[in-house]
């Protein structure tokens, strides 16, 4: 048996860009598919399904005797075989992202792995939020900075403010680590530690930089005395305070102006947050009053650019709102060099599997008496939910990632590369600084859109509808 899983559609059902950053996989194989299984799973498994079926907890089928047998003939290896493009991969929905096959008797385990794998949509998803984010600011930089979105600073305009709402450690670590792969800003330690210590050889990842929170600011008699302490220790660099503790306007049009002399003796650069009120006018405002504090310079786009002043927005921010405060910086003559965002649960939490669709189905079966047969999903009341027949590889087409039937390509040829085989085997992982770059290539080398099956998948897919008695037009 065959199974494979794919993306069904693009971000929040977008039909215009259907780009996907695929990510995530090796966690799940390193930490969950490549374990043993021993006796004692097996004594645990008996004890609880014993008493997981309705009514009356009474005993529920499992496949006790393939598991005593891997245990058995396979040193406790799950015997299948896992392929998967590579981490970081940028492809459309509807490319396959990985594929099971589990041969003779094992045959019944093919999607026993189903929903382990499926977790792939959550850093899968992180990662294609993150990168749409970086598109509308790169468009944003390329009309008002100086470099457009060749300027270093676009590299930390999202900054990662997500680990508070995300559900347990384990998330905060995939998702971060997924939006690492776009960013370098992040307040989402465990995710920047454990991307440079398992994913980097040791070298740095993540940044941030020295900011105040709200019990901060409270603790000192006054926001100025707090401010000028960060002043103090953080001056020379750069640096952030919150400012709606008490009157965010008063703040802006008091306390700043006091402070100009202190900062601008050290000469470091300050990022002013507001986190309540409207978002866009709360961006505005700290960029009017910056400027009115310590004067701004016009670039060699026209947009001006506030002396060692910025803000970031932090409170409320989603891939929708970031486009609207971009628009609305530019129509107030200002560069969006001066703005950067801070998404917390709209980066790492607001988001499910259906966001871009993820789902693994059955493709192949051999049956016992060697018959084979293509099979898919085609469901009549849902056409977007169809899914491929065959044995499947993916090869580049023009550029393009494009699926095909496996035995029209040469293994080399195919980007579904063996990652597991009965049992764990080597797999040459790029280190992180290697994947950040080819993430960057492929998106900016892939079209939004592109078509991705192959006429002879297509075909194939058209006929199994037809055998299947679906007289509909399977979309493609």
């Known amino acids: 048996m065959v199974a494979y899983g794919e993306f069904r559609q693009g971000y929040d059902k977008d039909t215009a860009d259907t780009r996907l950053v695929f990510y995530g ?24 399904f014993a008493g997981h079926r309705v009514p009356g907890h009474t005993p529920f089928p499992y496949p006790r005797d393939l598991f005593l047998r891997f245990i058995r ?11 998967a493009l590579p981490e970081g991969s940028v492809v459309h929905a509807h490319v396959p992202t990985f594929q099971l096959t589990a041969e003779a008797p094992y045959a019944p385990l093919c999607t026993y792995l189903e929903t382990l794998l499926t977790h792939v949509w959550y ?14 600011i790169a468009a944003a930089f390329d009309r008002s900075v100086d470099g457009g979105r060749t300027n270093p600073l676009l590299n930390s305009r999202l900054h990662d403010f997500g680990f508070r709402g995300c559900t347990c450690v384990e ?7 997924a939006h690492l792969l776009n960013f370098d800003g992040t307040d989402t330690l465990s995710a920047a530690y454990y991307a440079q210590f398992a ?5 740095p990842v993540g940044e941030s930089i020295p900011a105040t929170e709200h019990s901060v600011m409270t603790s000192w008699p006054s926001e100025r005395q707090a401010i000028s302490n960060m002043i103090s220790h953080f001056g020379e660099g750069v640096f952030a305070t919150v400012m709606d503790s008490y009157d965010y306007q008063r703040a802006l049009d008091e306390v700043v102006p006091a402070v100009v002399a202190e900062l601008q003796e050290q000469g470091g650069f300050w990022v002013l947050r507001p986190d309540s009120g409207d978002p866009t006018d709360a ?25 060692g002043v910025g803000v970031i927005q932090g409170d409320g921010i989603d891939y929708h709102n970031i486009r609207h405060i971009l628009e609305a910086v530019m129509e107030a003559g200002y560069s969006v060099q001066a703005v950067a965002f801070g998404m917390g649960g709209g980066l790492l939490q ?54 095909f039937p496996a035995e029209l390509v040469a293994p080399e040829e195919d ?5 597991y085989d009965k049992r764990p085997v080597p797999v040459q992982w790029e280190n992180f600084d290697e994947l950040r770059q080819r993430v960057e290539r492929e998106w900016a080398a892939l079209p939004p859109t592109a078509l991705v099956l192959a006429p002879e998948l297509a075909a194939k897919r058209a006929a199994v509808a037809e055998r299947l008695g679906v007289r509909w037009q399977v979309q493609g």
């Open 25 to 48: 996989l090796r966690y799940i194989l390193e930490h969950y598919v490549a374990r043993r299984w021993t006796l004692q799973d097996v004594e645990l498994a008996d004890r609880f």
């Open 73 to 83: 003939e396979n040193d406790g290896y799950m015997p299948v075989r896992l392929q």
């Open 123 to 136: 850093p899968t998803t992180v990662a294609t939020l993150s990168r749409r984010c970086k598109e509308l």
């Open 171 to 177: 998330q905060s670590v995939l998702g971060g680590v």
């Open 199 to 203: 994913l980097n050889e040791g070298r």
């Open 283 to 307: 961006v505005l405002a700290a960029l009017r009053a910056a400027e009115r504090a310590f004067g701004a310079d016009v670039n060699g786009k026209g947009f001006k650019v506030p002396r």
């Open 350 to 403: 607001r988001l499910s599997r259906d966001t871009l669709s993820l789902a693994t189905k059955l493709s192949h079966i051999v049956y016992a008496d060697g018959t084979a047969v293509d099979t898919m999903k085609a469901p009549k009341t849902g056409p977007e939910k169809a899914s491929l027949p065959g044995v499947l590889a993916v090869k580049r087409v023009n550029g393009i990632p494009t699926a």
């Open 415 to 419: 980007m579904l590369q063996v990652v």
